[in-house]
């Protein structure tokens, strides 16, 4: 009996110091893949944060060297006297340039009052037949430009919707401008409008562009986020259209989703509520998804 007592709280013993060594090196183990889980997630945080620098640096330098550089130009207008053609030339460049600086500015802006849950709807009667066909209008001069062809096709009646007639515009402003941007010459860009049994409305835009990998599509979404952040990349963009217009969608109540295929093309649905229910909420999610770019850059 003593024996047995003694042999059992040896066993005791030594089972407890095996699972106190067992623990120790677990935590042992823990604290190290933390540690290096963080350090990766620093590096990888330092090179999104300066990519992001370089590539909204260069998004702003541009546009702002062609107004010094052509301004300067027409300044000097009494020593080198310009010819009609360039003084013509030359200021529409500066008030293309100016445009540009001033969507990416107001873009800033966008986002940041969507991220701070500070962006408001002015809800009202909106004619979204009318206002599809007023926005394709205005790109048909940069689509005949890009050597695109712009169609749309409404299947059904599209009935009236209750939402902000600005804040939908913008929201196919930024869809249809980012299809042309990545549609090649002799591509296409197609709006498809259709209403549903219960009022709401929904819409596609198609192009037979770039396309996207599902990686791509998450990086597209993400505030700032770039597909292609070269420096050389072949279309310019601060990378705020598509999280600006699926932030104002998700606003109205409604959705937006984007299927696409790499080299094939892009569809980006969007399904409106016959009445806004505006939820600010939905901003404040809105924030700069660090982890969602550290996954993509990782996969790279």
């Known amino acids: 009996m003593i024996n047995g007592a ?25 604290a190290r893949v933390a540690e290096t889980t963080a350090r990766l997630e620093s590096d990888l945080a330092r090179k999104v944060k300066s990519e992001f620098i370089g590539n909204m640096s260069h ?21 080198r006297k310009l010819k009609d053609a360039e003084i013509v030339e030359y200021s529409r460049l500066i008030n293309e340039a100016a445009d540009r600086l001033l969507t990416i500015i107001n873009d800033i802006l966008d986002i940041s009052k969507i991220q701070s849950g500070g962006f408001s709807l002015d809800s009202r009667e909106v004619n979204m037949e009318a206002m599809l066909r007023s926005c394709l209008a205005s790109f048909q001069s940069a689509a005949r430009d890009a050597g695109v062809e712009l169609g ?37 860009v197609q709006i498809e409008a259709q209403g549903r049994a219960n009022g709401a409305v929904m819409v596609h835009v198609r192009d037979s562009g770039v396309g996207m990998t599902e990686d791509e599509i998450s990086i597209a979404l993400t505030p700032f986020g770039q597909v292609d952040s070269s420096r050389s990349r072949w279309r310019e963009g601060a990378g705020l259209g598509l999280p600006i217009a699926k932030a104002l969608v998700e606003l109205h109540g409604g959705k937006l989703e984007i299927k696409s295929t ?20 939905h901003g404040r999610g809105m924030m700069i998804d660090l982890a969602t770019l550290q996954l993509a850059k990782a996969a790279d």
């Open 6 to 30: 003694i042999g059992t709280g040896k066993s005791n013993s030594l089972m407890s110091e095996y699972s106190s060594l067992l623990s120790e090196a677990v935590l042992r183990h823990r």
């Open 59 to 79: 998004e702003l330098r541009t546009p702002l060297n062609t107004i010094i550089g052509f301004s300067k130009f027409l300044g000097e207008h009494d020593k």
């Open 152 to 188: 749309i096709k409404f299947d059904h009646h599209v009935p009236m919707l209750r939402g902000d007639t600005v804040k939908l515009r913008q929201v196919f402003t930024n869809l249809v401008g980012n299809a042309i941007k990545f549609t090649r010459q002799g591509g296409s």
């Open 262 to 281: 790499k080299d094939v093309g892009t569809e980006v649905t969007v399904l409106l509520p016959q009445r806004s229910q505006p939820a600010i909420a």
